[in-house]
């Protein structure tokens, strides 16, 4: 689990904190981690206006898909 720095994006359903849950090549998913929201979707990997060079690199490697994994 990633969590997404409030200052970087929030949930678009209820502006609570993000968690990154799986990442592909071309998307991240995300979820809220607020109890009463739990909103999921995907969003782009350059979705927190870091230019994709922050999380989806971080995820891909969490979640075993860096290098074919």
Known sequence: MILVKLEDGRCRSCGGQLRIFNADDCSLE?????????DAYKVEPDA???GGITYW?????EFGHERGV
């Open 57 to 61: 690199p971080q995820a891909m490697v």
């Open 48 to 50: 927190f206006a870091d």
């Open 30 to 38: 995300v979820e809220c981690v607020s109890d009463e929201c739990l």
